[in-house]
């Protein structure tokens, strides 16, 4: 079974330029996450949809970040623009229909590392 | 809202040794808890879980880890690691009224010497 594809896996851009980050969830699941992962932090949720809706975006900084999954399947994360403190590790995640709460596990993809200077 | 302790922020071990990594959660609800594990230059990837039943719950590459509602815990074990255990763990919960994301703790690295 194909796991979650990520790209780009690298990334280096000058500050207040703009990023933008693609992600395919497996096949059949509905709800997708995006994380961010500061080094020597855990993940933190940025935002969450289940199919093509968002379930949960209060930690997204929407001054500078948006998010979309117009046909419920791939995603796209943009950051426009960058400031030094969003450099990390953006990951994907998807699972099956009501996450965790309904028992599903959530597979994470490889991550886009993004570092602004 | 949810949040996750991990107490331990980098343990270094020598093989054989036996793991125990601390982690606690603040909710006051009911919670489906996580280990997540992540190898050098890997995604992270389940360790095991917990959603209801018997506490003490066994995952893979003999990993068991120990949920104590009343301490609000759920510690990581293993009885002897190997250098291919070398990883950063990380402990995560959500709340199980909802469709509410996992809550991830800051993480434990743990280095496994020869």
């Known amino acids: 079974e194909a796991g979650v594809a990520q790209s780009p896996r690298y990334k280096i851009i000058e500050k207040r330029q703009s990023v933008a980050f693609w992600c395919n969830p497996i096949?059949?699941?509905?709800?997708l996450y995006w994380y961010q992962q500061i080094l020597g932090q855990g993940p933190k949720l940025l935002i969450q949809?289940?199919?093509?809706?968002?379930?949960?975006d209060s930690q997204l900084p929407k001054d500078r970040f948006s998010a979309e999954r117009l046909k419920g399947v791939d995603s796209t994360l943009k950051i426009q623009p960058a400031k030094l403190e969003d450099s990390a590790v953006y990951l994907c995640?998807?699972?099956?229909?009501?996450?965790?709460?309904?028992?599903?596990?959530?597979?994470f993809g490889e991550g886009s590392w993004l570092t602004v200077v | 809202a949810q949040s996750v302790s991990q107490h331990n922020h980098h343990v270094i071990l020598s093989e054989a040794a036996s793991l125990e990594l601390g982690c606690n959660y603040s909710?006051?609800?009911?919670?489906?808890l996580f280990w997540y594990v992540q190898y050098p230059g890997q995604h992270l990837q389940l360790l095991l879980k917990?959603?209801?039943?018997?506490?003490l719950v066994k995952g893979i590459k003999g990993f068991e880890a120990e949920f104590i509602k009343s301490k609000f815990s759920f510690n990581l074990r293993k009885p002897s690691v190997q250098w291919s255990d070398t990883a950063e763990y990380f402990c995560?919960?959500?709340?199980?009224?909802?469709?509410?994301?996992?809550?991830f703790g800051k993480g434990t690295r743990l280095s496994v010497i020869a």
């Open positions: 909710y006051g609800g009911t919670v489906n």
């Open positions: 995560a919960v959500n709340a199980l009224a909802g469709n509410t994301p996992l809550v």
């Open positions: 917990y959603f209801s039943g018997d506490p």
């Open positions: 949809f289940q199919n093509n809706g968002v379930v949960d």
């Open positions: 995640a998807s699972s099956l229909a009501g996450g965790p709460s309904s028992g599903n596990t959530i597979y």
């Open positions: 096949s059949g699941h509905a709800t």
